[in-house]
């Protein structure tokens, strides 16, 4: 089964729109946290925001919020006000803890964003 | 601040040659890892390390071996370069297991022909 699952392989949206971007996850760790990537087309992968499985409000950056619904096991990230700029992929991600005091990270497959004028 | 530092950043490999990708941060983190990314597939955990002499395998492991000699340095070995290893190559750093950051490289783009 996935762990982190993206249903929108693509997504369009107009400039100046809100966005909201899916991911569900699937973990048996009560200690998790869930991140959201930018990866513009030049590669580099861009923090956009973090979200931990105790925290009690919906983490906000700037323009990014993220949609926490535990019970639901969904992290959507919402954009608001998109710009040209915010064209690129976006990939959700699950930080779990292992044996020997680690942790990792087990991405989505991503979805492609469009903004349109 | 220079954060994670990743070369080449592209490797064109005869397949059955050998290489190193380096990855090196001056964070002072204790948590590095090694991804790749296909087509279609997200990133996907080759081998990570919690400390220096500690390392242990993830998701794609085969054909990969790591070491960490350093706290800042975790270099990824290719043996016997398989066309199959073809990919972007992306090495990552956090605190530790709490951390809320994970901080990536610019990626290796790796070809084997």
């Known amino acids: 089964a996935q762990k982190i699952t993206q249903t929108q392989p693509g997504m369009f949206v107009q400039e100046k729109e809100a966005v909201t971007l899916d991911c569900t996850y699937d973990?048996?760790?009560?200690?998790?946290?869930l991140f959201w990537y930018k990866q513009p087309s030049s590669g580099e992968m861009i923090f956009l925001i973090y979200?931990?499985?105790?925290?009690?409000q919906n983490a906000t950056e700037g323009r990014y919020s993220l949609n926490f619904q535990k019970a639901r096991k969904s992290a959507n990230l919402v954009i608001s006000a998109s710009q040209l700029g915010d064209s690129a992929m976006y990939f959700c991600?699950?930080?779990?803890?292992?044996?020997?005091?680690?942790?990792?990270?087990?991405f989505g497959t991503g979805t492609q964003l469009k903004v349109e004028l | 601040n220079a954060g994670v530092t990743q070369t080449p950043k592209f490797q064109v490999l005869k397949t059955g040659q050998s290489m190193t990708l380096q990855c090196a941060q001056d964070?002072?983190?204790?948590?590095m890892s090694w991804y790749r990314q296909d087509p279609g597939m997200g990133l996907r955990l080759i081998h990570y390390?919690?400390?220096?002499?500690?390392?242990d395998q993830g998701e794609v492991p085969n054909g990969y071996n790591v070491s960490r000699s350093t706290t800042e340095d975790f270099p990824l070995r290719l043996l016997s370069a398989a066309p199959s290893q073809t990919s972007v190559y992306f090495c990552?750093?956090?605190?530790?297991?709490?951390?809320?950051?994970?901080?990536f490289g610019q990626g290796t783009r790796l070809t084997v022909v």
């Open positions: 979200q931990g499985s105790y925290d009690q």
């Open positions: 990552a750093s956090s605190l530790g297991q709490g951390d809320t950051e994970a901080f």
């Open positions: 964070m002072n983190h204790e948590y």
């Open positions: 991600a699950m930080r779990e803890r292992v044996t020997g005091g680690g942790n990792k990270l087990t």
């Open positions: 390390s919690v400390g220096a002499g500690i390392t």
């Open positions: 973990t048996s760790d009560p200690s998790y946290g």
